[in-house]
C-alpha cells in the first residue's frame, strides 16, 4: 500500500484546501485522531503545526506547505480577533507573530536535508493542476487525468467551498478571503520596515524579501 500523506503546515496556508484537493487525487483518508508520524496507519492523509524534532523518513510522503509569512500573519491575527482573541496579535510583536515565525525557523532547519517536498500556497493559487501533477510524481504515486485533477480543482475551489468569490472576507471561517498578497492592503509602512527590521532575514530565506 502506498505510503500516507503528512502536511507539514504553519496555519493559515491553505491546508485543508491543499488537503482535501490530495484526498480527492489520491482516495486517502483522514484520521479522526492525530496519528504518531513515525508509526502512521497506512492509506491516511493528515496535517500538522507541530515543530518535528525528526521529520519522517519512511511510512509517510511529507509535505512542506509554505505561504508568505505576512499573509499568515494577517489571516491568523483577523482569526484571533474575530474569536475575541485580540490580546494576542500584534503584527511585529503579537504572540501569534512569535508562534507563525518560530515555525518557519523549524522549516527553514529542517528543510534542506529532510525528505520532503514543499508547496507555496502562491503557486498552488496560480498553477494548481502543474503543481498538484509535479507533487504526485515527486512521491511516485499513480498521476490522474488532466480532468480529474481539474474536477478536484473545481470542486474545491474557494468559491465552491463557501460560496465566496476570493477577496469577500469571513475572518471566522478557516476558508478566510482566499487571495495572494493581503498584507499589502492590512500592513501600513511603519509596519512592515518595523517587521523587515526584525524577520527579513527569515523572508529572504524563504524567498519573499522585498
Not at 69 to 75: L, T
Not at 103 to 113: E, G, I, K, N, Q
Request: hydrophobic content about 40%; glycine content about 8%.
Amino acid at each position: 500500500m502506498a505510503n500516507s500523506i503528512l502536511i507539514c503546515h504553519p496555519g493559515r496556508c491553505g491546508s485543508h484546501w491543499l488537503l482535501y484537493l490530495l484526498q480527492r487525487l489520491t482516495g486517502l483518508e483522514r484520521p479522526t485522531v492525530e496519528p504518531n508520524p513515525y508509526a502512521p496507519l497506512p492509506g491516511i492523509i493528515w496535517g500538522t503545526q507541530a515543530f518535528l524534532p525528526r521529520v519522517p523518513d519512511s511510512g509517510v510522503d511529507v509535505v512542506f506547505l509554505i505561504r508568505d509569512p505576512r499573509d499568515v500573519i494577517v489571516s491568523a491575527d483577523a482569526f484571533e480577533q474575530a474569536m475575541g482573541h485580540a490580546h494576542f496579535t500584534a503584527p511585529v510583536t503579537g504572540t501569534t507573530t512569535e508562534q507563525v515565525m518560530d515555525w518557519f525557523s523549524w522549516y527553514l532547519a529542517v528543510r534542506d536535508t529532510a525528505p520532503g517536498f514543499t508547496v507555496r500556497y502562491e503557486d498552488l493559487k496560480v498553477r494548481p493542476m502543474w503543481i498538484l501533477t509535479k507533487l504526485l510524481a515527486y512521491f511516485g504515486r499513480p498521476l490522474p487525468t488532466t480532468a480529474e485533477v481539474s474536477g478536484a480543482i473545481q470542486a474545491e475551489s474557494f468559491r465552491a467551498r463557501t460560496g465566496r468569490e476570493p477577496g469577500h472576507e469571513d475572518a471566522t471561517q478557516h476558508n478566510r478571503k482566499g487571495i495572494v498578497g493581503d498584507w499589502c492592503n492590512k500592513w501600513d509602512a511603519t509596519t512592515l520596515v518595523a517587521f523587515e527590521n526584525q524577520y527579513g532575514h527569515q523572508l529572504a530565506a524563504l524567498g519573499y524579501g522585498t
